[in-house]
């Protein structure tokens, strides 16, 4: 049985008695075991990031970025292997897994042009003989603790900004799908970065809160359910740390009337059953506008959905593959018994789904419900699943309200040819990231990634501009350069300004 240990100084940790199963989604079997961390693992890691941090900190940003070009041109040259090893850990197919190395690598590409992010201002004579300047100077260490569903992309979104800024970085990854961080750090050991400033520490609960009270810890950034991201944002904040949390989503899909109707189902299906459904930024919720809309939209949904393929990981021919493991598959599947039974319309069911020849798999079949009513658990709440509800909405109103009054407010979209229509609709949502004819309106790594309510605590937000100011802290300097006379001392006693 493969073991799956720490990165901790540049090398590999074994410690600790307690073990996590890592199972293969596809199969429905145990592939590996993971160490399940404790405190003084986390003391470990942290030992070894203050011995480096003074170091990275003092190297100058544009060998920073020298490491992260190299890094780039490592994942890329092992991108196969990453894809292959995600796919078998996770369940998601292979060109969905290079999709979700591909997006971090996106971000680390940005981390490549830190040495121009990094820059401050500056104000010649912004009095008598006094300039006025601004240098962002990394936090110390920061944490990544990020989700089992993206376990490529999510910790390049962190540790690629924090690390260029000139921060050391301890990655607390799920425990479900633990190899493709490692072997990320050890590719970022093999791009030249020295020992002690990356560090992969594993762990439940246990090694978290551990996290969270750690008084080295200075920034933490979080990915993954919203009671868990604002238990983590209370604690952490309580502790004086710097804290992003993101949380849960349900993302809303508007169809206009004059939608293209066949290229909004082409939209939907990827959207809404791509990588089974867990994706934050999935599409589960369908809100056609008008009952002519929904129902022509169902017709079309219908055999669109019925032709998708599900199959294992590595079948190149499967839109998704397999959930995560056991109990996802029946969380999902009791979510979708208590849609029906709270009254949604179950169009196609997909419990029950087998695949010959890998009956063990934790598959599920997509699903479509109808006619679901916004006061439904199975609305409110988050399913993660290969499950489209569609809500219908009277006018374009009731469409902008339904995303707008849920608890979450991660993304939304709206399909429309009415250019109108879609500015009024951006300006009004009270959602975070909008998408005008983009299903899944994923910013661009220059750009950044945040929701709002329930799907996002605290005040900053991931990667760009926004990812460098949560990374690091602002230094102001006002300097003057006396030219040997004396003035007026009465005036040392007066609160200086710059008239």
């Not at 940790?13 to 145990?30: K, L």
């Not at 990031?49 to 992260?68: D, E, I, S």
């Not at 690390?163 to 970085?169: L, S």
């Not at 994923?442 to 750009?447: E, G, I, L």
């Amino acid at each position: 049985m493969r073991q799956i240990d720490h990165f901790i100084g540049g090398g590999s940790f074994a410690s600790g008695e307690r073990q996590g199963e890592v199972f293969n989604p596809s199969a429905g079997e145990v592939q590996a075991t993971v160490r399940l961390g404790t405190a003084s693992d986390l003391q470990k890691a942290i030992d070894a990031a203050n011995a480096a941090l003074p170091g990275w900190a003092a190297t100058n940003p544009q060998r920073r970025a020298r490491v992260m070009f190299a890094f780039k041109a490592l994942v890329e040259k092992n991108m196969d292997e990453l894809a292959g090893i995600l796919a078998s850990e996770h369940g998601k197919v292979i060109a969905d897994a290079k999709g979700d190395i591909q997006r971090g690598l996106e971000v680390i590409e940005f981390a490549c042009g830190i040495p121009h992010a990094l820059k401050g201002e500056y104000t010649q004579g912004a009095g008598p003989g006094i300039d006025v300047y601004s240098m962002r100077q990394p936090l110390g260490i920061g944490v990544g603790i990020t989700p089992f569903n993206f376990p490529a992309m999510i910790p390049m979104w962190m540790f690629g900004v924090a690390i260029a800024c000139g921060n050391a970085f301890i990655l607390k990854p799920s425990e479900r799908d633990p190899t493709v961080p490692v072997r990320l750090a050890e590719l970022m050991k093999e791009a030249g970065l020295p020992d002690g400033i990356l560090n992969v520490v594993h762990g439940d609960k246990e090694m978290v809160d551990a996290i969270l009270d750690h008084p080295d810890v200075k920034a933490i950034s979080f990915v993954g359910s919203s009671d868990i991201a604002q238990y983590i944002y209370s604690r952490g904040t309580a502790n004086g740390k710097r804290v992003q949390a993101f949380g849960g989503a349900k993302n809303h899909g508007i169809v206009m009337p004059d939608a293209d109707l066949d290229q909004v189902v082409s939209d939907l299906t990827g959207a809404a059953f791509g990588s089974a459904g867990e994706r934050c930024m999935a599409l589960p919720v369908v809100v056609p506008v008008g009952e002519k809309t929904a129902d022509a939209l169902r017709e079309k949904l219908i055999p669109a959905i019925e032709a998708l393929r599900v199959g294992v990981s590595t079948d190149p021919d499967a839109h998704y593959g397999p959930v995560v493991n056991e109990a996802h598959k029946k969380r999902v599947e009791d979510w979708i018994q208590t849609c029906a039974d709270e009254g949604g319309e179950l169009v196609v069911d997909g419990r029950g789904f087998s695949l010959q020849g890998s009956e063990k798999g934790y598959f599920v079949g997509p699903t479509l419900f109808d006619h679901v009513k916004p006061h439904f658990r199975s609305y409110q709440e988050e399913i993660f699943g290969p499950v489209l509800q569609i809500v219908r909405a009277a006018d374009f109103n009731e469409a902008v309200r339904l995303p707008s009054e849920h608890q979450y407010g991660n993304g939304v979209a709206i399909f429309t040819r009415n250019g109108h229509a879609a500015r009024e609709f951006a300006a009004r949502v009270n959602v975070g990231m909008v998408g005008i004819n983009v299903p899944i309106p994923v910013p661009v790594a220059y750009h950044t990634f945040g929701g709002w309510k329930r799907s996002g605590f605290g005040d900053t937000n991931q990667h760009g501009m926004e990812g460098v100011k949560f990374w690091t802290k602002v230094k102001t300097v006002t300097a003057r350069w006396p030219d040997g006379g004396v003035g007026d001392g009465g005036n040392a006693f007066i609160i200086p300004t710059m008239g």
